[in-house]
Nanobody
């Protein structure tokens, strides 16, 4: 099993920055995709960003140029640096892991989820 613990959420003003962290423990995998999804009230959980074991990164269009995903393999931790935050970024952010070499095909394809961390951006 894999345990994912997120941290770094909070309440900020529009234009501010936050950095989310997701520390993984338990079983490890040589090939994987780690990333972030978010869920706003009344909406479905949606993809935000991902990073593969190779270092390749992926972003949803609305966060490109503002968010940066990175990882520290020694710490089994993935980060999401969020700059120029907007009120529409308000959501619960979930860390997600898919084991194996294949990229994930949506939220249904995730093997492990974190408990979520709230990000609120005030206008």
């Amino acid at each position: 099993q894999v345990q994912l613990v997120e941290s770094g959420g909070g309440l900020v003003q529009a234009g501010a920055s936050l950095r989310l962290s997701c520390a993984a423990s338990g079983r490890t995998f040589s090939t994987y995709t780690m990333g972030w999804f978010r869920q706003a009230p009344g909406k479905e959980r949606a993809f935000v960003a991902a990073i593969r074991w190779t270092g390749s990164t992926y972003y949803t269009a609305s966060v490109k140029g503002r968010f940066t995903i990175s990882k520290d393999d020694a710490k089994n931790t993935v980060y999401l640096q969020m700059n120029s935050l907007k009120p529409e970024d308000t959501a619960v952010y979930y860390c997600a892991v898919k084991r194996g070499p294949d990229y994930y095909d949506g939220a249904h394809d995730i093997d492990y989820w974190g408990q979520g961390t709230q990000v609120t951006v005030a206008s």
